[in-house]
């Protein structure tokens, strides 16, 4: 049975803290594809500039386009609605093999908001979830969380931990702002588009 990884995010910008996570899941559980889905209209972020979907899309494109297993859907940001979860996985399984098996891949932050997203029950027996933890999360209360949820919902939550990366998109938006370096922390050819477009100036 195939298995395919879907990782969301505005990736607002896209930087390397995003790519060792994907190739760290993609390589531990086994993973044949992961798809990049940038979000359309986030539900949690609408108070919130965030770049137009078209810079968010290029710069996901650019940054993942050396790696063979690394894939950028448009299934988001072509929808004029706003992105949730649960109808983005409907979508995708309309579009794929439909014996393959999706692994929704997210922050373990999210973990203790997962029963506040649209349709969770639903959401939660159309794939499993790969929660990635993270230095300064408490491991043993993330486990007794999953735990609660798999047994409330039959569900089926993983967990692993991945290198401690300290970067953030925020981060990267402030530096530009006030003039700092960004190299290094983001491909070469992102940073390129960002300047070349002006963004987050």
Known sequence: MKKIGLMGGTFDPIHYGHLVLAEQIRTQFGLDMVYFIPVGIPPHKQDKNISSSKDRYFMTLLATITNPNFEVSKIEIEDNNISYTVNTIKKFKEKIDCDAELYFITGADAIYELETWKNVKELLTL????????????????????????????????????????????????????????????????????????LYI
């Open 127 to 198: 794939c499993k979830f790969i929660a990635a933890s993270r230095p300064g999360i408490d491991e043993r209360k993330l486990r007794q969380k999953i735990m609660e949820l798999n047994e409330k919902y039959n569900s089926h939550i993983l967990v692993t931990a991945v290198p401690a990366l300290a970067i953030s998109s925020t981060d990267i938006r402030n530096r530009i702002r006030f003039g700092k370096s960004i190299k290094y922390i983001l491909p070469e050819s992102v940073e390129y588009y960002i300047y070349k477009n002006k």
